[in-house]
């Protein structure tokens, strides 16, 4: 990753990618994704909230905001791409 990380970093990603697969005995794949990008979506800007004292203030720095949160995700994105491309024989192995 570009950035550090502390020592539970990848506990808790794991743990919301558990989650996210215990649903799929109850649902198709792209709906178990598009509830997990809403989740991550309202999350971050719940986050992001707790930096203003107003929503005056929130709305000014609104457009800074989301380009760091998607410039950082867009990096994960393509980190976890390459990832897959480069073990993708291996990561399917493991999911059958």
Do not use: C
């Amino acid at each position: 990753m570009t950035q550090e990380n502390d020592d539970k970093f990848y506990d808790r990603a794991d743990a919301y990618i558990e989650l996210a697969n215990s649903q799929f005995e109850h649902a198709e794949l792209a709906d178990v994704s598009a509830s997990f990008m809403y989740a991550f979506a309202r999350y971050t800007a719940w986050l992001s909230s707790q930096e203003f004292e107003s929503a005056k203030a929130m709305q000014a720095a609104k457009i800074k905001s989301m380009a760091f949160f998607m410039k950082q995700f867009g990096a994960m994105l393509e980190e976890n791409f390459d990832d897959y491309i480069e073990n993708f024989d291996d990561y399917r192995a493991e999911s059958e």
